[in-house]
Every structure is written in C-alpha cells, then in structure tokens.
C-alpha cells in the first residue's frame, strides 16, 4: 500500500509521505509519531509549517538546510530528475541556526514538503497543486511561499494566479466562519496563518522592502479581486493572513551569505524571547494535541479532495469528538474491567464500606485518566463528555447499588411485616401505624443510599428510581397488610354472626309466636351492634368515641362497616329462607297447633269429653296455626310493616359466597305454591288430629 513510510537518507530525520500521487491520505501517521516521538507526550506543543512555490524553486533544499529534513531535492547535474509527488511530512527538533547548526527548536516541528509538478507546464496537476496549497494552508501555523526574485511583478500563472485561486477557495470553505475562526476552546485571539514569502536568489540590487510592498500590492490587489462570500465581503486579507517577506541570496554565487540568510530565517523559528521576528505566533497554532492533528489533517484532505465544506472550528469540534469520545470509551474498558466480578465480591460480603471505596476509587481512576487525555480538547466537548463519562460511570454504579442493597431493602421490607405482627398497640390506630413504621422504613432506606450519594456515587436520578422502586414495593407490602388485616376482620365477624343467628333464629323460627320477627329483628341487631361495637374507639374512661373504627382509612371503615352489616344480613337470609323450607313450616304449624289443642294451660294433655268440646278446641287451635303460618310466609314486624335490609348488594363489593340477597325478596319466605303445598300438608295432619281425638271419646265411652 502507498502509506508504507518512505524514508530518504540525506538527512537525519526521514519524512514519510502523507498524501500520494493516487491523492490518498496516509494510514501511517500514528506510527510515524509513534517512531519519532516514542512516548513523549508533546499535546499541543509543537508547530507545523507547510512551503509551497513552482517546481524546482528550491524548497526541498531550503528545507533540508533548515530543519536538518531528507526531503527530496533535484539532483544538479541531472536536470529535472523527477521528484516523487505528494505532499510529505518530517519530523524535526533541529533548526540551522546562528546558535548552532542543529539548535533544538524547543518545540517539535513538523514540515510539510509539497511536491507538485510544475502547473503551467502540465494543466491536469493544476487540481492537485491547489488542494495541496488549500491542505498547506488549513493545517500549518505557517505557510512558506517560495519564489525566485526575478518572478516579482510579472503577474504570472504560477504563483499569484494559484494564491488568488486558493484564497478563493479558501474564503469559501473557511470564511464564512471567519469571525469565528478562533481555537474551539473559545481564546479571544483570532485564528490566522503567516504567509512567509521567501525570496530565492535574491540579489540585492532592489530591496527586499521594495519587493516587499510590490507583493504587498500584487496581493491586496488580487484579495480585492477575489469573489468573496458575503459573509466576508469587506474583509481584508490581514482578518485572515499576516505577511512577511525574507529575501535568501543565491545559494551558489553567494553560496556563504545564502547560509547566513538561512540561518538567519532559523534564528526566526527558535528564538521566541525578545525577537519580534519570531514566527510563531500563538494565534496561528490550531490548539490542536498532536494526536487529534493527524485525524484533523485528514478529515481537513478528505473535506478538500471531496469538495466538502471545510469549516475549521467544527473540524477542530469533530475531532475533539471523536478523541474523548475514544477516551472516554477506552478509559471506561481499562478501569471497568474485573468490575463484575471485583463488585459481586463484596455484594457478597455485605460490606458496605469496602463497595463505597472500590466505587470511589473507580470513579476517580477514570475521571483522573479522562481529565488528563480529553483535557486538552476543544473545553466545551470535553466536558460534554466528561457528563457523558460520569453517567456511563453513574449507570454502571447504580446498577451495582440497586444488587448490593437488595439484601437489606428485602429485610427492611420485611420488618414492616413484622412490625405490624407484633403491633398491639391500641392508641394509635392500624393504618397510622403501618404508616409510621412504613415512613421509617422509608428512612432507613434512604440513610442507606445516602452514604453512597455523599461520596457522588450514585446520582439524583438513580437514587429517584431506586427510591421509587422501594416505594413501590413498600406500598405493595402495605396493602398486602391491610389486605390481609380487612380479611381477618371480615371472617371472625362472619364466623360470629353465623354462630349467633344459627343458634338463636332458628330457636326463636322453631317456636314461633305473633310477634316472632320483632323478637329475631332485637336479637340480630343488638348482636350485630355488639359485634360491631368491638371494633369502636374507647377511650381510657371506657366512652366510645367512634362507633366502628378498624384502624383504616374513613373511607375503609365505611367500607368494611357496610360490608360486615351486608354480611350479617346475608347470614340472616340464608338462616331464614334454609330453615323455613315446606316440611319444616308444616312440622312448626303442626306443632303450634299440636300444643294448643292437646295440651291445656298447664301442658297436661287434654282429655276430651265430647265432639263438641274437640271442634270447639281445634277451631281455637287451627286459628292461632294459621296466623302463624301468615307470619312464616312474610317475615312482617308487629306494626306490619315488612322486614328490608338496610343494605343493598349495590353498596359492597362482594367477592366471595357471601350470599346475594334483595331488598325487596328478604321478606317473602314462603310463596303462593309453597303456600298451597304447605296448607294441603296441614290439613293432613289436622284431620289425623282430629280423628285421634275423636277416638279417643269412643275410647273412653266404650270404658
Ligand atoms: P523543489 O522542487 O522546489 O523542491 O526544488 P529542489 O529543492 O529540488 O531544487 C531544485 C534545483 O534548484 C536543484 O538543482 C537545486 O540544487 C537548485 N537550487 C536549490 N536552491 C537554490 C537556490 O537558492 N538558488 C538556485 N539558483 N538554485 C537552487
Ligand atoms: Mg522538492
């Protein structure tokens, strides 16, 4: 492939080609940094500086002689040997000096060698010559534009033609943010590159000043000619460039004053303190870390070579994106790795001290390592980031929290059932209890994640969600309670008011008299209200201060209070209609008939002395039967009025076999074919009475 790194001998620091002829960017680059800087971390410490110029005007000399580079240069006996075309890249820290042929910078450079074809000669590398010039110009502090003397003033192709072409193009692609085109991290200072027009052969007999403002002229001249965007219509070429302008006597019939000029230009790129020449200004560096360069150079080529908008600051923002995007991510993997297992170790333990500093230590490996690497980036992503990182750290985190106190909110939970298990405690009702131990529970939990949430461990959102969750359940454990406590409450009074009605209706419907229902309507209210008043309020002097309160909610004792008086009712109707069927109504009717003409006022058996006095006795007798069976039929108080429940099935909710009963059918026991049925049956038993007593007479006659 085109990125193997090429080297060239002649100079101590190789270049590698970092565009080739095919227009490809290099692959090579981290390793070529990688080989030259070893493990110097430089961040943004370095400078970068481009030439660029018509072929064969001596720039891969100028460079070599400069900065100790091995660029490729025309061989000069063989004319017009071919250079290899591309744009390439050297590694310096040597500068040709007045202090020393190899004088340390200070700073690395790098320089970037183009090496086109000549474009006047061949029209189709006019492509390449320009982006190379657009590349120089959106990666290099500064911009060396080479030219011999005698090519000033004569307006031609090669030089002004291409800088006004580039500076067109370069208005287009970065111009409309010219008023923006700080640094991304926002320094006041305004970005610019330094065109450093070096003059080759440079004789003397005019004036470098004199040269100096022709081009100066020649420049402004075609930067007011530039069609321009409206954005920077009014612009002038110094918002975007400064000039300076350096004559180099001619390399072979001045051969000793030309490496003097060279010197001289060195002397401009290493000493910075107190030499108002020095080229380096601040406001021409990207603030760029060299690892973030190499992306940026490349997208800058792409953007170039695909015609795509060039926008320095958001290249300069992608790739501060992209960067601590990458270390975010890679910081995360290095310091998460074993998190699994190294946190399910002290899950297990239960050791809540030793998770808060394994977390602690984690957090503050990553957040220490991302701050170092990602620091250096444009501020603003960096510290979007920098969220980002914590919230991946935050997330994982919780996480962990939420496994680690499972074991203790399970037993929190658990307490509460407990709690109310053992609770016997009259002068707080059931409800305000559940509440009170519920709201200390509540406590408990949230003091627990309060020591996580003091060292930052686990953040507001988390802790909302596993605060909830354990609500949640709370509440769940809550209802589960009264549940369970509505239903105790439910079935003993149940249990109770089937006792008493079983025992006590059915003794009273067994021997009915007129007023039987007065008498099963007292027993089953003052029962009800007996059973009923156990659930009242009393104070310390034994006065009731509510009528029914189970300890719930107003709302849940009404609710329970209907639904124990349906209850009571339910029972009540399914003793009555049960009880009452045919065969029992006729059994009871011929009983109280039985016992009133059998038995006189003293229960002793009647002897009967004559017909007479027997159909006198069973008129009296089947009279008081009757109006008992009426009684049977319709369950009626002694005022007449019929018996109905003051609870509708509308006002409970019944789940289980409660019973359903109507209003309306309470009362009506016995209906008109029963009622036939029962009265045939009646009669039956009547006459055999009536035919026993008769014999009885004939009996005793006969005696
Ligand atoms: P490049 O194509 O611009 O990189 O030019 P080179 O550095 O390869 O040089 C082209 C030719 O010009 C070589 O034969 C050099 O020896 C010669 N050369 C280099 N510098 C100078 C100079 O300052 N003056 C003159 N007259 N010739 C030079
Ligand atoms: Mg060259």
Redesign the pocket.
Known sequence: MSEVIEEVSSGDNAAIQLINEAKEFSQGLPAYFQGCLGNRDIDQNYHVIS?F????????????LLFNTS??????QQ?RQQ?TKGIWLSHTREVNTNQGAHTDPKSDIFVL?V?GSDGAERGEDQDFERKAALFAIAVSEVLII?M?EQQIGLYQGNNMGLLKTVFEVNLSLFGKNSKSAAPADATSKKHKVLLLFVI??HIGVTPLESLSDTLTTELEKVWKELSKPDSCKDSSIYDFFDLKFVG??????RADK?VEDVKELGDNFTVSENNENYLFKPEYHHMLPLDGWSMYSESCWDQIENNKDLDLPTQQILVARFKTDEIMNETLEKYFQGYETETQNVIDANDKDKLIDLLSTIKDNCTDAYDEMAGRYAKKVYLENRTKLLSKINARFAETIEFFIHATSSELLDSLKKFVARDNDKSISFNDNLLKVSAEISKSFNNYLTDFKEKDLIDDASTTELTTKFNKFLTKKQNELRDARVKAIISQFKKNMTFAIKDNVISLLANPTVDVWDKVMTFFNSRMDELLGRYSTVNENGERISDFEVGFTPELNNTIYTRLRYIAWSVLNNTVHDYLKEDTVVGILRDKFENSFRYDENDTPILWKDEQQIDNSFKVARSEALEIFDMLCIARKSDGSEIIPDVNIDDVEVEDDMGIYHLERFAHIINEIQKEKISRQFKKQLNMCVIDAKRSIITTTTH
């Open positions: 030439v110029g018509s072929q064969s005007s001596g720039k891969s000399t100028l460079l070599n660029f490729d240069t025309m061989d000069a004319k250079t060698d090496e080479n011999w080759r052969d180099l006597s001619h390399k072979i019939l030309f």
